[in-house]
């Protein structure tokens, strides 16, 4: 497997990270995982575009234009023998910084690589045989540890607004895009916990589940313990979405 670091593309095991690295020491960068089908990034503009986002949410300075980003991105891509892959990368601040009062619990719509809470959060779901741990904050939807959250009610889609207690995703965006394009009502807006626990239908999205419906909830079996109609035809928009082989019809 090859990697790119400082510059560089190096074979896996001849990666080295300095033990003075800012990201190593005190988590204080950010990071994006660019999902891969068919050889082709899956909405890497909107991916770069989180990148510099979470990047001015921690005032780093990006060290590559788009352009750059995109020729680093599929020379990567390139070197790997897989069609479907993905581009995982970190931004880190090196081995100089200043300091600041650490606000990153408010501000949860950068992607920094600062994760404990998410790691315990997910590690919770880990210990109860789940799949996510689906978060509320002060009686209200935010998202999960590695998902953001969605729900339905009589055939909408409700999606929680994108504000600092979550993280803008790349495929809650694409998910609202293509409820757009395929005639299905939706409505971004704040969802209550109780009515979140009386939705018809729950979805999680991240760039590695796509579209995935929830059918268990707290141990108990939810929206009939499967996936619900308005689910099944998100995830048939999603899979047409995704780019094709270069050589298909």
């Known amino acids: 497997m090859t990697v790119y670091l400082n510059g560089k593309f ?42 510099q986002r979470s990047l001015d949410g921690i005032r780093l300075a990006n060290p590559h234009t788009e352009a750059q980003w995109g020729a680093i991105i599929h020379e990567l891509i390139a070197r790997q023998p897989f069609e479907q892959q993905g581009v995982y990368f970190q931004v880190t601040r090196g081995v100089a910084a200043v300091t600041a ?33 689906v978060l509320f904050r002060d009686g209200y939807l935010t998202e999960a540890s590695a998902s953001n959250v969605l729900i339905v ?15 803008p995703g790349i495929t809650y965006d694409a998910t609202l895009e293509l409820a757009r394009e395929g005639g299905l009502p939706f409505e971004v807006r704040p969802v209550t916990k109780e009515e979140a626990f009386a939705a018809d239908e729950m979805w999680l999205s991240s760039s590695t589940k796509e579209v995935l419906a929830v059918t268990t909830l707290d141990g108990r ?11 099944r035809r998100m995830h048939a928009l999603f899979q047409e979405s995704k780019p094709r082989a270069r050589n298909a019809a």
């Open 101 to 133: 009062v650490d606000e990153r619990w408010l501000h949860c719509d950068s992607k920094t690589i600062s994760l404990v809470a998410n790691v315990l959060a997910r590690q919770f779901a880990a210990e109860h045989d789940a799949v996510e741990t």
């Open 153 to 167: 009610r009589q055939s909408r889609i409700i999606a929680p607004p994108k504000d600092n207690h979550i993280l």
């Open 221 to 231: 079996a939810f929206a009939g313990g499967r996936p619900g109609a308005l689910f």
């Open 10 to 51: 190096l074979p896996l095991d001849d990666a080295r990270i300095s033990v003075l690295d800012r990201g190593f020491i005190y988590g204080d960068g950010v990071y994006e995982l660019i999902p891969v089908y068919h050889r082709q990034p899956y909405r890497l503009p909107q991916h770069l575009a989180r990148l």
